[in-house]
């Protein structure tokens, strides 16, 4: 089967750092991928070259046949690609459910805003402005954004951030359900190698900008290579 | 919940339509007048609100927009002998043309370098105006007290049946008002439509909107030609107002005095920017009351305003949210 997303060969650099070093990698669909790396190994930029929010100075983005560096970045949302943000991205004086709104606003998903604050579990803090709210019901709200377009492709930068031990684990379930819910396909970076290795399918590691490693999540976690990355950088390994 | 809100904007709107109907039964005619000029404010204000309130785009030279739709009736009706009636949605789409022709471009630019570039077309104004003074008629500007075009004139008295005699000024009054407040319910409109929550978007975050399907360029262009449209029909009442226009009347301090107004309104707010432009025109009054030595009256309005800022930071609307919010969420209690 032809993959949802492909990424060939995409290099992005800012200044003298090589955020991504001519990375490829296909999202096949239906998935949950996982994309997992030390701090600064250019999960995040993947997200934005993705995204078109940067240009990528090298290679090919293709999604669902459509070349997405030739797609602006308004376009991007509305061709089914939808994300959330590592440090979250809301309109905080907006209601929480005109937030969702927008997204519902760029193309329609199967639900309503309102029906997709319920299924997060927010429809209490509707009329609320989004300033103020704590940092995990923010990634709640970005994630009924996310959906409220309709995706078919959920690219999701840490929602895990923020949450304990116990939420993290339903946060996987979460996933899984939404995944068959929305009939998405999700691209996963995360933080917590749990989280990732137990509900991903396959499993993509990035070091320094350079992809070193793909497979499923018992090949990766063998992988030789990974092993001393996360060495290299035990913080991480939590 | 929604729906307990929605009677209550009703029921304000009624009640502030009724105000303005009765306020001339109960002023002189010289208040009137004024009325008028705080209609004409509102007016200029609201459009204000939709770029700069809304999509947090500064702009320092609506004046000029104004300029703009007050130069347009005042040459249709004195040149042409147009109907000035006529002049004021003339005024106002070629404001609006102008707006976009100049928000397209300018708008590439990031905060402080555009609100830099609307402040150079603010500067610009009354010269370019001297400069083309074939169409302008120069630093003495245009004069409307003989035009045929200007309705009412010259004797606009009509008695109305409870012994209420209505003046030109009244007429103004009525006139400016009538405007306003349909302008008024457009920007309620826009407030609750689509595109304006992609415009408080944009001026929360960017790049979330972006991110979220907005597409930046072509909204922040509608609404920078939007709000000159507002100012173009301001600028055209006020024309008519004045019974004239000249260069002088549309300084920098124009412009300034535009987002003066909205900030005491309230940025984002709808109603409350009546506040706004009573408070431009009443209160130089009021300092020119206190004191007429040279300068006094510029200190009082500047001590005033900054007085303003720091006890009501987000305006008279913030004021009304804040005194409104806990009741209401205390009789609709939500978490
Ligand atoms: N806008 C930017 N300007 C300059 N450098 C950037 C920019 N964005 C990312 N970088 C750099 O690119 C590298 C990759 O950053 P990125 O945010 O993609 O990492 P990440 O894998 O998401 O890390 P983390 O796990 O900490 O979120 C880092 O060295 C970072 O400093
Ligand atoms: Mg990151």
């Known amino acids: 089967m032809a993959a949802l997303l492909s990424v060939e060969n995409v290099t992005r650099r800012f200044g003298g750092v090589v955020a991504l070093d001519g990375v490829s990698f296909d999202v096949p669909a239906g998935e949950i991928v996982g994309l997992i790396g030390p701090n600064g190994a250019g999960k995040t930029t993947a997200f934005n070259v993705i995204t078109r929010l940067y240009r990528p100075d090298e290679g090919r983005i293709v999604f669902d046949g459509h070349d997405l560096l030739r797609t602006p970045v308004h376009r991007v949302v509305k061709r089914g690609v939808a994300r959330t943000f590592q440090n979250v991205a809301l309109w905080p004086t907006l209601s929480v459910l005109d937030n969702v709104k927008i997204g519902a606003q760029a193309r329609r998903g199967v639900r309503s805003a309102e029906e997709l604050l319920e299924y997060v579990g927010l429809s209490g803090l509707a009329h609320r402005p989004a300033a103020g709210l704590p940092f995990g019901t923010l990634k709640r709200v970005e994630l009924a954004r996310a959906l409220a377009s309709g995706p078919q492709l959920l690219l999701l930068d840490e929602p895990a951030g923020g949450l304990n031990h116990e939420e993290v684990g339903e946060l996987g379930r979460f996933i899984q359900q939404l995944r068959a819910d929305f009939d998405a396909t999700v691209l996963l970076v995360e933080h917590h190698m749990n989280l990732v290795m137990g509900i991903s399918d396959r499993v993509y590691v990035l070091n320094f900008g350079r992809l070193i490693s793909g497979g499923t999540p018992q090949e990766v976690q063998r992988d030789p290579a990974v092993i001393e990355a996360y060495l290299g950088d035990a913080s991480a390994a939590a | ?335």
């Open chain 2, 1 to 335: 919940m929604t729906a307990f809100r929605y009677a209550l904007r009703v029921f304000g709107f009624v009640l502030f339509v009724a105000i303005v109907v009765y306020l001339p039964f109960r002023i002189s005619d010289f208040r009137a007048s004024e009325f008028a000029l705080i209609g004409i404010y509102f007016i200029a204000i609201l459009g204000l609100n939709v770029l700069t309130g809304y999509t947090g785009v500064i702009s320092l030279g609506h004046g000029a927009f104004m300029a703009l739709g007050a130069y347009t009736t005042a040459i249709l009706v004195a040149d042409h002998g147009m109907r000035d009636l006529w002049t004021i949605p003339l005024a106002g789409l070629l404001a609006a043309a102008a707006g976009a022709a100049f928000g397209l471009p300018a708008l590439r630019l990031s905060g402080p370098y555009l609100a830099l570039t609307t402040f150079g077309v603010a500067v610009a104004t009354p010269i370019v105006i001297k400069k083309f003074d074939g169409l302008t008629g120069g630093s003495g500007g245009i004069n409307l007290f003989e035009a045929e075009g200007i309705t009412g004139l010259p004797e606009f008295i009509v008695t109305l049946p409870g012994g209420k005699v209505l003046s030109f000024n009244d007429w103004l009054y009525y006139l400016a008002w009538t405007i306003a407040l349909v302008l008024f319910a457009v920007a309620w409109a826009i407030h609750h439509s689509h595109f304006g929550r992609s415009l408080r978007a944009i001026r929360d975050n960017e790049i979330a909107a972006a991110a979220s399907g907005v597409w930046l360029a072509s909204h922040k262009t509608l609404a920078f030609s939007i709000s000159a449209f507002y100012a173009g029909v301001a600028g055209s009442l006020l024309a008519i107002w004045a019974f004239s226009v000249q260069p002088g009347a549309f300084p920098v301090d124009r412009s300034i005095a535009l987002l003066v107004g909205l900030a005491v309104g309230g940025l984002g707010s709808l109603a409350p920017l009546a506040a706004g432009a009573a408070f431009l025109v009443f209160l130089p009054q009021l300092a020119q009351g206190i004191s007429k030595a040279p300068g006094v009256p510029a200190v009082i309005y500047g001590a005033v305003l900054i007085a303003l800022m720091i006890v009501l930071p987000m305006g008279v609307g913030g004021l009304l949210r804040w005194i409104t919010g806990p009741l209401t969420s205390r009789l609709y209690p939500r978490s």
